[in-house]
């Protein structure tokens, strides 16, 4: 339960301030990954969620089908000061199957 | 004409269409005898002193439809002359196991794997038609790092992984869709029947990843040890 509330406090803003709470470490961002990956999968248009890196930086990466202005307002910028990504891939396929636009 | 006649033969050979290899390299084209569909053997693996070809279930064993025992052939039934033919005349090897693939968004998968015992009148090599032999050692999957693979479609190519502990929806045939956690995925570097391609470490040929699915942008991958875990299997590493 303790943490619990650690993970909702961390969820304001201001991070910093937040970092010399004893006890509280920043969340890995494979746990931020595994805690809302769920919630993303379920958008319509999402087929994948994973991390990736642009200029040495971790983010996470929203994978879709197409990049739609919709998509862009329900997938959010950030979580728990990790980046999001929007990356367009298309439908992913068993290879046989694969598909080139 | 020359340089034309050359740039078709070398394709054609590397599937094996009209000549097939001898030995049997890994890295090219191979299919399940009861479809006309075509894949790759990424590699050969072992355990207890026999031998296997490894590739995907999609590959292998028809998507979870195949009986232990069916025939793989080398060139797969595509890649025949003539095409999809029924006479069956490179029979390689036998499917020995297959991962079976859990479809729908309720269960998740790790890999799309099988493997097929070679027959034991069957020459083959642990080399890929590519001129390279996999490393005994794999490799962890590092955002940026370079890779390579060797496919029956578009033989060697080479790209990097452009991300970690991807969770993806992924489609099969017949509408079906099966969900996968813990993927490599790649810059765009397979095409269809690219399927079952080890994918290595560009630099030192370390097992990273079995290829099996894709789009006209990304490339996705299993991890390797995942794959080798479930067979209880080795990759072979000398040519």
């Known amino acids: 339960m303790v943490m619990v509330g650690f993970a909702v406090s961390c969820d304001h803003r201001s991070v910093e301030k937040q970092q010399s709470v004893p006890g509280m470490s920043k969340q890995t961002i494979e746990q931020v990954q595994a805690k809302y990956q769920d919630r993303w999968m379920r958008i319509p248009g999402v087929v994948g969620v994973g991390i990736g890196a642009a200029n040495g930086k971790m983010m996470i990466k929203v994978l879709v089908v197409k990049k739609t202005m919709e998509l862009e307002q329900r997938v959010p910028k950030e979580a728990e000061g990790y980046p999001i990504v929007i990356e367009e891939t298309g439908e992913i396929w068993a290879l046989p199957r694969k598909k080139k636009n | 004409v020359v340089v034309e006649e050359v740039g078709d033969i070398r394709a054609l050979a590397f599937t094996g269409k009209f000549d097939p290899p001898n030995p049997v390299p890994t890295g090219v084209s191979v299919g399940n005898k009861n479809e006309c569909a075509a894949g790759t053997n990424g590699a050969v693996v072992r355990k207890n002193g026999v031998s296997y070809f490894l590739s995907n279930n999609h ?171 479930n067979f209880n299997v080795s990759i072979c590493s000398t040519p």
């Open chain 2, 59 to 229: 590959v292998f064993a028809r998507e979870n439809n195949a009986v232990i025992g069916e025939d793989i052939l080398q060139p797969g039934r595509p890649d025949s002359v003539p095409r999809c033919d029924t006479n069956f005349p490179n029979h390689v090897a036998d499917l020995s196991e297959f991962k079976e693939i859990n479809y729908g968004f309720l269960s998740s998968n790790t890999i799309d794997a099988a493997i097929a015992q070679i027959q034991s009148g069957t020459p083959f090599t642990c080399e890929t038609a590519c001129s390279y032999t996999p490393s005994d050692t794999t490799a962890m999957a590092l955002v940026d790092m370079e890779v390579k693979k060797c496919g029956r479609t578009t033989m060697e190519t080479t790209g990097k992984v452009t991300g970690v502990n991807v969770t993806v929806f992924v489609d099969y045939s017949g509408g079906k869709s099966a969900l996968f956690t813990r993927q490599i995925q790649f810059s765009d570097i397979a095409e269809p029947g690219d399927s079952g391609s080890l994918i290595v470490t560009n630099d030192d040929n370390q097992p990273m990843a079995l290829l099996f699915a894709g789009s006209a942008a990304t490339t996705i991958g299993n991890p390797i040890n995942d794959v080798l875990n």
